[in-house]
């Protein structure tokens, strides 16, 4: 990854500041994105001697997902490698439930499904035309799914396999340009550093999430559409 610039969005915790670290640890020049606070996640970047772009940006509102790529473009010159990590994560298990359908409010239901498949869209419509222009990229989505008895998670669900299917259909409007289009699990449910320290100690950290971001970034386009998996320091398909 030695001078290729690398964009993750919701890197602010979680599964993106671990994922930027693991393309930091690579060798690859960070632009930061997030609504939230960048402070954290820039300082372990610069202890491995990487200076990040930090910018803040809301990925569901086109004009600071356009002001974004601006910034990334003007002080890298290329973004070589997309990840569309933000998202707005269905309850975890030491959270509070989100209603089911029946009771859940349309509002609610917009901000999900604007912030997690919208700012997907239109994070991958606004790098695009660089990468069109190099003729090369890659654009990584996260892709997460559930279980239908979990009551609450219909419209998070929803969202991730909304994201799958469009990177199925990008993918093929992107092949003659040799963008190369995944979309990744992180490996299943995971606590964050949010999590209460009990709820740590019984399932994955981010640490689980392994290099696998790192991986899709130097996959083939044999692999182009594809939802991709880690298993046994591989990517296979899922």
């Known amino acids: 990854m030695q001078g290729k610039t690398v964009l993750v969005t919701g890197s602010a915790g979680g599964i993106g500041r671990f994922t930027a ?21 820039a300082e372990q970047l610069r202890a491995l001697d990487c200076d990040p772009l930090l910018v803040k940006a809301d990925v569901g509102n086109e004009d600071d997902v356009r002001h974004m790529i601006a910034q990334a473009l003007d002080r890298f010159g290329h973004v070589d490698v997309h990840v569309n990590n933000a998202g707005i994560a269905t ?36 790098v695009l035309p660089s990468m069109e222009e190099r003729r090369s990229g890659h654009i990584i989505n996260l892709y997460g799914g559930g279980r239908p008895e979990s009551s609450g998670s219909a419209v998070y669900v929803t969202s991730k396999e909304a994201i799958r ?24 449910a995971i606590a964050t550093e949010q999590a209460p320290e009990e709820v740590r100690a019984k399932m994955p950290g981010v640490e689980s999430v392994e290099n696998r971001f790192v991986l899709a970034a130097q996959a083939g386009m044999d692999l182009t559409g594809q939802t991709l998996t880690l298993v046994n320091g591989q990517l296979v398909p899922c």
């Open 91 to 126: 309850h975890g298990a030491w959270e509070a439930r989100w209603p089911c359908i029946r009771d859940m409010e349309k509002s609610f239901f917009d901000r999900v499904m604007n912030t997690n498949l919208g700012g997907t869209m239109l994070c991958t419509k606004h």
């Open 165 to 188: 299917v469009f990177t199925r259909y990008v993918a093929e409007e992107e092949r003659e340009f040799d963008v190369c289009m995944l979309a990744v699990t992180p490996g299943g």
């Open 21 to 41: 670290r693991t393309f930091a640890e690579a060798g690859a020049n960070l632009v930061l994105a997030d609504v939230r606070a960048l402070d954290t996640t």
